[in-house]
């Protein structure tokens, strides 16, 4: 099972968008809505920020959304500040009745 | 207040077998799939298996079958993570955590369990 493709790092400004990329095939990403994001910061555990897709749990900043297109998932943040600088993983079910990771994408605020 | 707490952090040798424990707290554990992850140092998270304590249901992903056993005990709301025979590429940081399904998200995660594996 490979990992799902995400962008090594992005980078943004305070207050700006930032779109975060996951692309799968259609045996994970494309062919369930099974997809989450996590936010996770060095040395700690990670942290659900979006699950099913596009929906937030609940203390999630309204901030953070997610969206499907065919084989890729997107994980878009607004409004960007500082403390979102971290780590953030996709994820996707499969139709190996498994789950796989992305390789991990680093954001930067500058 | 719901929470998964894991074992303390581990030195092994080449060879050694270990079993590391995730026990939850404040929710129905047998109502909720287990998972774990793993992550090597510098790298990224990798899904190794689940099972669903209620009745010991367990998937594996192909890359840790064989590798790993993943076992519960309900009766302790606790899940296991175990090797037989650790090698030195097993040394990693490695994370609990809870999903309603077994196809969904990860919403509660353990504070993670350091397994240093060295001759």
């Known amino acids: 099972q490979s990992a799902l493709t995400q962008p090594a790092s992005v980078s943004g400004s305070p207050g700006q968008s930032i779109t975060i990329s996951c692309t799968g095939t259609?045996?994970?990403?494309?062919?369930?809505?099974?997809v989450s994001w996590y936010q996770q910061y060095p040395g700690k555990a990670p942290k659900l920020m979006i699950y099913d897709v596009s929906n937030r749990p609940s203390g999630v900043s309204n901030r953070f959304s997610g969206s499907k297109s065919g084989n890729t998932a997107s994980l878009t943040i607004s409004g960007l500040q500082a403390e979102d600088e971290a780590d953030y993983y996709c994820s996707s079910y499969t139709t190996s009745s498994t789950l796989v990771f992305g390789g991990g994408t680093k954001l930067t605020v500058l | 207040e719901v929470q998964l707490v894991q074992s303390g952090a581990e030195v092994k040798k080449p060879g050694e077998s270990l079993k590391i424990s995730c026990k939850g707290s404040g929710y129905s554990f047998t109502s909720y799939w287990i998972g774990w992850v793993r992550q090597m140092p510098g790298k990224g998270l990798e899904w190794m298996g689940i099972i669903y304590p209620g009745d010991s249901d367990t998937r594996y992903s192909p890359s840790f079958q064989g590798q790993v056993t993943i076992s519960a005990d309900k009766s302790i709301s606790t899940a296991y993570l175990q090797w037989s025979s650790l090698k030195a590429s097993d040394t990693a940081m490695y994370y609990c955590?809870?999903?309603?399904?077994?196809?969904?998200?990860?919403?509660?995660w353990g504070q993670g369990t350091m397994v240093t594996v060295s001759s």
């Open positions: 955590a809870s999903a309603v399904d077994y196809a969904g998200a990860f919403d509660i």
């Open positions: 259609s045996s994970d990403v494309g062919g369930y809505n099974y």
